[in-house]
């Protein structure tokens, strides 16, 4: 069945909040982060070596500024979106992920991807993400070799340093480790 317009619009917003999504966690804006989620969001992230799951706006938005922070740099990419409405307020969504994780505390870096499957909910006229769970397709993870050389890092200036970095570690399970 045809999208009406009103669904065209509301698919190009979601794709936007999506795409902010994206852009927060690179750079762990936090006032963009406490835009984008519902009260009570879920979270899933099925991973080679981790699963991380947790529900709620602040356990996420504190689980995100933990995880990007200045000893980290991160890239994602979500394509191909497939946008499905289920009620004139509430969709679901389909993304490929493609990301590349580098962590200079444990020297690694992680390139992946992954199938993002989201629910949006549009609450006080504004999409949110109500749900976002992922499944790894690839994920290559190796050790930083010494000729490569991080030439900038915007988590290392504006990302959570030190103290600041609050413990995370309930809301991860770690495998092969």
Known sequence: MPY???????????????????????????????????????????????????????????FVLNSFHAKVAGMHHGHMPEITFTSADEAEGIWYLEDIFVDLERNVLTIGS??????????????????????????LVEPIRPELTLSEHYLGKHGRKGAARGDISHLITWFNK
């Open 4 to 62: 009406s317009l009103q669904q065209l619009s509301d698919a190009e917003d979601i794709k936007v909040l999506k795409h902010r999504y994206f852009r927060a966690i690179d750079t762990a804006d936090e006032a963009i982060l406490r835009t984008l989620f519902t009260d009570d969001i879920f979270v899933e992230y099925r991973g080679g070596e981790y699963l991380v799951s947790l529900t709620g706006n602040e356990p996420m938005i504190e």
């Open 114 to 139: 992954a199938i993002y499957k989201d629910r949006y909910k549009r609450v006080d006229g504004a999409w949110k993400i109500a749900r976002t769970e992922y499944d790894r397709i690839l994920e």
